[in-house]
Nanobody
Framework: QVQLVESGGGLVQPGGSLRLSCVAS????????LGWYRQAPGKQRELVAS???????NYADFVKGRFTISRDNAKNTVYLQMNSLKPEDTAVYYC??????WGRGTQVTVSS
């Protein structure tokens, strides 16, 4: 079974940074598009960023210029570097592979 494990979430002050990681197992990682999604209480899950097998990236407007998605195929890992965090970034962040497989999520809370 495909397994995705997210890590790196936590509590951070506005303007701070976090780096999320997602490690995949039992999958040919390099051939798939990868994504980070988030879901805040009372809201629908939304795409934050994606990266294709060719390293083409796509970002939601609300994170463009602040977040960076990257991948390390040798480590079966996708990262989300989050800078200049805002309270509205507070959500559970989920790793996704090829719009098919999901991790369990990691909580990010941005608060003073």
């Amino acid at each position: 079974q495909v397994q995705l494990v997210e890590s790196g979430g936590g509590l951070v002050q506005p303007g701070g940074s976090l780096r999320l990681s997602c490690v995949a197992s039992r999958i040919i990682f390099r051939i798939y598009t990868l994504g980070w999604y988030r879901q805040a209480p009372g809201k629908q899950r939304e795409l934050v960023a994606s990266i294709s097998s060719r390293d083409i990236t796509n970002y939601a407007d609300f994170v463009k210029g602040r977040f960076t998605i990257s991948r390390d195929n040798a480590k079966n890992t996708v990262y989300l570097q989050m800078n200049s965090l805002k309270p509205e970034d507070t959500a559970v962040y989920y790793c996704n592979i090829n719009s098919s497989y999901w991790g369990r999520g990691t909580q990010v809370t941005v608060s003073s």
